[in-house]
Structure formats: structure tokens, C-alpha cells
């Protein structure tokens, strides 16, 4: 069954500006811009007073979930570009100490379950990535677009696997702690 119209919006805040362009958005805030594609939804994109309005006509089951993910990635450009996004990450190891140092744009890891591999993973562009100095075995990545943040833990903690080892015994590894926007100042 066909749902003739499904529609959801998503207010813009104060000091964000929007550019809809053939399904194209670009939020620019305090923090920079960030631009994402919806070309590959059939859908309408309008804005409409200080609100982005989602409409998609005759849309099966599946297309109508489309509507709710374009508004909830609107809503974290927004978020991006106001505030940012965190991802604390903590070592976790039994007896190696895990060794991991900035290299340029790489992340180094070191001296994981005792290997002598060095597994690197490149920051993708727009994160940081910062040592925490008050607590011991944490790292910080931080940026304005979630993708590439969440992408970028995802990828460290990835390379983190225990593999050929049973994994009820070997926790090792580089997971993510706590995540979400950054704290407001």
C-alpha cells in the first residue's frame, strides 16, 4: 500500500544559515559548513519559514523510512556545525600496554597484545584528535561532521580485533567510551 504523502520537518536554529539546491543542503554555522547529497531520494526538499520541510508522495514502506534518516542527518549537520561531535575512546589491555601516537594525519598503534605491527589508520578530513591529559589511556576525536568522526573511531577500534584468540579472554583493545555532541561553553 502507497501512503499518498509523508512529511516531516526540522527547525534550523539561530546563526545557521541553509542553501537547498536540487536536493544539495548546505548548513553553514559558527563552526564552517558542511554539504551532503540527497539526489539518489526521490523526494521534495523545501524550505519553509525557519524550517526544512521533507515530503515524499506515494512512497512505499521502505521509502517512507527515507524521510525520518534525511531529517535526522539534517538535524546533525546542524548540530555539526553549531556545537561538533565528541568520541571518547579508552585502551583497554590486560597485560601489553597499548602505545598510540599522532603522526602527521596518521594513528599509530603500537604494541597491541604485545605485536610488533605498527597498525596505522589515517584521520579523515575535519577530525581532531587530541591525548586526553586528565585521564590515563583516552583519546578524543572531535569534528564537525558525524560520518567522519564516527567513521574514523570506527576504524581505530577496527583495527584493534583480536583475532585467532578466544574473545571472552582477550578484551583487548580501543573502544569507544562515550560519544555524542560536544559540551556547550
Known sequence: MKTVLASRSVEIPAGVTV??????????GPRGSLTRDFKHMAMDLRQVDNSIRVDV????RKQLATVRTVVSHID?????????FLYKMRFVYSHFPINVTLNGDNVEIRNFLGEKRVRKIKLLDGVK???SA????????????IAMVSLTAA?????????KKDLRKFLDGIYVSEKGPMPEE
Open 19 to 28: 542553501e537547498i539546491a536540487s536536493r544539495v543542503i548546505k548548513v553553514t
Open 76 to 84: 546533525n549537520m546542524m548540530v555539526g556545525v553549531t556545537r561538533g
Open 134 to 145: 586528565d585521564i590515563k589511556d583516552q583519546i578524543e576525536l572531535s569534528g564537525n561532521d
Open 155 to 163: 576504524q581505530i577500534q577496527g583495527q584493534t580485533n583480536v583475532r
Open 129 to 131: 584528535y587530541v591525548r
Open 57 to 60: 508522495w506515494f512512497a512505499n
